[in-house]
């Protein structure tokens, strides 16, 4: 993973749909790209307009609970807590894309 924005396509404003999620998964990994695509954010664009992205994993539904399982810890209390790698790197993903707008 790299947080250069040197290292982020000159072109990734143009990335839509499956071309968008190879991206993330490259530069921040599987468990961000399953993140996002479940919640179809699916462009450049989209993801810096979602204002939290984790939202969704605070929801109550048995729909999510794959999701949850890749992208968090779960407590004894049976609530998710998200791991701090995946944060991180949701943080270093939207900072390097501000930067190339």
Known sequence: MTSKSTD???NVMEFEDEC???F???FAGD???ALLKFQDISNVNCLLACNDPFEILSYDSDDL???KKKTSI???SN???VLPGIKSKMMLLKNALTKKT
Do not use: C, Q, T, W
Request: hydrophobic content about 55%; proline content about 5%; overall charge positive.
């Open 20 to 22: 968008f999620f190879d």
């Open 65 to 67: 609970l794959d999701l």
């Open 8 to 10: 982020i396509p000159h």
């Open 24 to 26: 993330v998964k490259v």
């Open 31 to 33: 468990k961000l790209a």
């Open 74 to 76: 779960k407590l004894n």
């Open 79 to 81: 609530s998710f807590v």
